[in-house]
């Protein structure tokens, strides 16, 4: 509360959340190691020592070394190389593909939440019946369908995602829009659209941002069990899951194939967890003071 | 106002709730006298501190980020302060009960009423499950339900009998004190009238000693005893009904009487309080209410006021008591 | 003519899962230009759901409303948002009432972008005369309101209300949120404005000290009908309404010499829901005869004074 009489230039939410949110020191370092990853991905071919195509023919399998620091793939690709451009694909795909669904899934939410009545109906009784199919499933039929690469690989992963980020938009604009601010904003004739956009779904949507979080590592999972069955990114494109199923093979002979790329999904994910959850915390109002 | 007489003593009462950012200091050296089968209304605004006494009597503040700094809660000798939680545990409403302000959220809304008061005298007796039910009628009934309400659930039930019913649980085990906490501020005003009856009714009849907080002098004038008023965590005035109501002679008080519109005259501006009350989370240096103070001095800023004895015999905390009070008689 | 607003017969309806909800059933009253009218009644009697049909954020089932003379029942679109312009809103929240997530000084300036009647500067100018005339602070002007206490969140609902120079503003229970001391604050602002900008003001409050205070005339509503209206200080000096008795013996007096004869109240609110005809009060009333289960119909008992009861000469 203010009560002294210093003059005071207003401390909006997003900065009390920025400011909550860097005292996480978990979070942090999530934060850290994907911005790490995210200038891994940029800067991909200067720090790579060998192009994710080239061929050593003579050094097969070959476990770490000096000359392949992550050891030498079962075609003689250098796995330390491939593992830095993979960066590019896991990383971008999971951003990407939970923004798209992200921002459909709250304009439909925020449609279905604000109208109500049969258009309500009917957009609920859709979601139902996309979220009804096994995540996993859906993801695989709608790769089947679009077909393999990059672009149509992000577009497949979104789908699946959409209805919890319009379920949760939903929930939360319905119990907005009982609030005597909303009352307010019609009594001063605001029109529907100035009301949804500017202060519905800014109140609604806190929950969403957490969501979205995250939503990328569950993503960043989904891309890499697309490629280890074959759709999604295809080889030669250097994605981790597709290295993985690469390796599936040689895991007895030649562990490190497996190992590395394993490693990269399994701490890209952990970073993206642990920044999640400090955002959920930072945004939590029972733990702000 | 005889010292033995006292059987709930607060001496000193320092209570603290507290972040990893900034300290509240919410109680800042209370001293409290209940007397037996009397009723002593507690009077202050928002964020005085008034639901945190309570709850430091009953040790119900939370676990963590709160701390009782200092003081103790003597009731008949005992320091409430020093028991062990077990101890304590049985006092809870058993010896000492409490009714919270909002009814709508205080019962537990899939368990049936006569259930919840049924198990409150289970939890605090050996009685047998029959008996039980059957003080859980009587208190319904006592409470002006009728019996064959026993089996419905909180929702059946309007705002006003809500409340009755927490009444009904806070008074099963015939506890030697009751904290009331705004117990019907949430109400209309004639449901109020028919609470507050009830409440001052089963009180005589238990001769329970009763806590009331409240920010409504209304209400204080109609069922209290004594009166304390709450101000930043200290107790300002403190002397019976009669005395408080007559003399009020801290300028805190004053301007409370004077910022409520009179029933009777014909004011066209009110007198409200200028200023805010104090940021908790800084410590007081002096008075706490001289920044909103008609008669505040230097010495108000600087020295912690001192309990004084007003001329009929109250207790007032206030370096300027005499200027406030000739101010009054004008 | 002196008279700002005017509703004949006004009705609003909710269709519940349990019936239908009458909560203003058939209210008539005229407020005069400059005069305060109080509207005072428990919980569940219909006056915030007067108040917000009357400025049209609610549609009413039935009736008609005037403004200035003007029949203004039935108006949409343009002539909609005009009429709203002069008919305005106070909350009694001021917890919820305001965006949280925009500054306050975004709050107030909303109905002036929204009526795009100004310039930009304009738009500036008179958000700052606003807030200065509402009492904030010229530091706080860009605070969040999470950052304010209650008091000054509700000062900046009343500078967004007079924001588009409204005729006429409900003030829904303003105060009942607001400690003692800041809600005599308020309330002196309330009336300083009133005379400074010759508002007309329907006050909504269920706290009787207060309604006393500052209105000209009091209509007191029972489930969803008024069932008495007169000059504020006669309603206390005579009240003739068997609920308005009881409600009046029901406040808690500050006069501990002369405590208040204390009429109790029998029994709970009856339903609001499909309702039956007749007095509502009648299921409480000490006074209720067969003759009540009639609709009642308003009379003019005395010059200026109206009561809802068949049997109000027998009561009094």
Redesign the interface.
């Known amino acids: 509360m203010i009560m002294s009489g210093k003059k005071h230039k207003g401390q909006s939410e997003f900065s009390r959340f920025i400011y909550q949110l860097s005292k996480n020191k978990m979070a942090m370092i999530g934060l850290a190691i994907i911005i790490l990853e995210v200038f891994i991905a940029v800067f991909a071919p200067a720090i790579a020592p060998y192009g994710y195509q080239e061929i050593d023919a003579n050094a097969l399998r070959q476990p770490p070394s000096s000359a392949h620091w992550f050891g030498t793939d079962e075609i003689g690709r250098d796995i330390f190389s491939r593992v830095i451009i993979g960066t590019r694909y896991s990383l971008s795909m999971g951003i990407l593909a939970t923004l798209i669904s992200s921002a459909i899934g709250i304009v439909i939410g925020a449609i279905a939440g604000f109208a109500g009545g049969w258009a309500d109906n009917v957009i609920m009784r859709a979601l139902d019946v996309i979220q009804s199919l096994p995540g996993m499933l859906l993801v695989i039929v709608m790769s089947a369908v679009l077909g393999s690469g990059y672009f149509n690989t992000i577009l497949a992963l979104s789908v699946g995602s959409i209805p919890a980020a319009a379920r949760m938009l939903r929930a939360n604009m319905l119990r907005q829009r009982k609030a005597e601010y909303i009352e307010a904003a019609y009594s001063i004739n605001c029109s529907p659209a100035r009301i949804i956009f500017k202060h519905l779904v800014p109140n609604s949507i806190s929950a969403n941002i957490v969501q979205m979080t995250m939503g990328v590592s569950h993503v960043i999972v989904q891309a890499a069990s697309l490629s280890f069955i074959g759709l999604g990114i295809q080889p030669p494109t250097p994605d981790w899951g597709a290295m993985l199923s690469g390796a599936r093979a040689f895991i007895r002979k030649s562990p490190h194939m497996v190992i590395f790329p394993g490693l990269a999904i399994a701490i890209t994910v952990l970073a993206v967890n642990m920044l999640g959850d400090g955002v959920r915390d930072a945004m939590d109002p029972k733990l702000k003071k | 106002m005889s010292e033995n007489k006292s059987y709930l003593k607060i001496e000193n009462l320092r209570v603290e709730y507290f972040?990893s950012?900034?300290v509240v200091h919410a109680v800042n050296g209370v001293n409290l006298r209940m007397h037996k089968g009397k009723t002593l209304g507690l009077v202050g605004?928002?964020g005085a501190g008034k639901t945190t006494i309570a709850k430091s009597i009953l040790r119900i503040l939370p676990d963590v980020g709160s701390r009782i700094v200092e003081g103790s809660i003597t009731v008949d000798g005992q320091d409430l302060l020093k028991l062990k939680e077990n101890d304590m545990r049985k006092i809870r409403g058993n010896d000492i009960s409490m009714i919270f302000q909002d009814p709508m959220t205080a019962l537990n809304p899939v368990q049936r009423v006569g259930e919840q008061i049924s198990e409150a005298v289970r939890l605090h007796s050996d009685m047998s499950k029959e008996d039980c039910d059957k003080r859980a009628k009587e208190m319904l009934k006592m409470v002006g339900i009728t019996e064959d309400r026993f089996s419905e659930y909180p929702h059946q039930f309007?705002?006003?009998?809500k409340q009755r019913i927490v009444i009904a649980i806070a008074l099963a085990c015939n506890p030697k004190i009751l904290l009331a906490d705004e117990p019907t501020t949430a109400l209309?005003?004639?449901?109020?009238?028919?609470v507050?009856?009830l409440v001052a009714e089963l009180q005589k009849k238990f001769n329970t000693s009763m806590l009331l907080i409240t920010?409504?002098?209304?209400?204080v004038?109609?069922?209290c005893d004594d009166v304390a008023i709450i101000y930043a965590g200290q107790i300002v005035e403190y002397g019976t009904?009669?005395q408080i109501?007559?003399h009020p002679s801290h300028p805190y008080t004053v301007?409370?009487?004077g910022?409520?519109?009179?029933?009777?005259g014909d004011?066209?501006?009110?007198?409200?309080?200028?200023g805010?009350p104090?940021?908790p989370t800084k410590p007081i240096k002096g008075c706490a209410f001289a920044p909103r103070c008609k008669f505040a001095t230097d010495k108000c800023f600087n020295e912690t006021p001192v309990t004084h004895k007003t001329p009929d015999g109250h207790e007032c905390s206030c370096h300027n008591m005499k200027e406030a009070l000739k101010e009054e008689e004008k | 003519m002196s008279e700002m607003v005017r509703v004949e017969g006004l009705k609003k309806y909710f269709s519940t899962a349990r019936g239908l909800l009458h909560a203003v059933d058939d209210v008539t009253m005229t407020i005069q230009k400059g005069h305060t009218v109080g509207i005072v009644g428990e919980s569940g009697c219909g006056k915030s759901t007067l108040g917000r049909t009357i400025i049209h954020l609610l549609d009413k089932t039935d009736g008609k409303i005037f403004l200035e003379g003007k029949d203004v029942s039935d108006v949409k679109g343009k002539e909609l948002a005009r009429v709203r312009e002069q008919m305005q809103i106070i909350f009694q929240d001021p917890y919820s009432s305001i965006d949280p997530k925009k500054s306050i000084r975004d709050t107030v300036k909303e109905p002036l972008i929204v009526s795009r009647k100004y310039s930009k500067a304009e738009i500036e100018e008179k958000t700052d005369e606003l807030m200065d005339l509402v009492g904030i602070d010229e530091r706080l002007k860009y605070s969040y309101p999470h950052e304010l206490d209650g008091g000054r969140r509700q000062r900046v609902g009343i500078a967004r209300a007079l924001a588009l120079n409204p005729k006429f503003v409900v003030c829904d229970e303003p105060v009942s949120a607001l400690d003692v001391s800041i809600q005599a604050q308020v309330l002196n602002l309330l009336k300083k404005l009133q005379q400074d900008r010759d508002l007309t003001y329907m006050f909504v409050t269920h706290d009787m000290s207060v309604v006393r205070h500052i209105s000209d005339e009091i209509c007191v509503m029972y489930l969803g009908q008024v069932v008495e209206k007169c000059p504020s200080k006669e309603l206390f000096k005579k009240p003739l309404h068997p609920y308005t008795k009881a409600l009046l013996s029901a406040i808690p007096s500050t006069d501990i010499d002369h405590p208040t004869k204390r009429e109790i109240l029998q029994g709970e609110l009856t339903s609001p829901i499909n309702p039956k005809p007749g007095c509502r009060f009648a299921a409480r009333c000490p006074f209720a005869t067969q003759a009540c289960h009639e609709p009642q119909v308003q009379q003019e008992v005395e010059k200026g004074h109206f009561v809802r009861c068949c049997r109000v000469k027998e009561v009094n």
């Open positions: 972040s950012k900034e605004e928002t309007s705002g006003g009998m209309d005003v004639t449901i109020q009238a028919q507050l009856d920010h409504d002098l209304g209400v004038a109609q069922v009904k009669e109501f007559h301007g409370l009487f910022a409520i519109p009179d029933m009777a004011d066209e501006w009110l007198h409200p309080i200028e805010l104090p940021d």
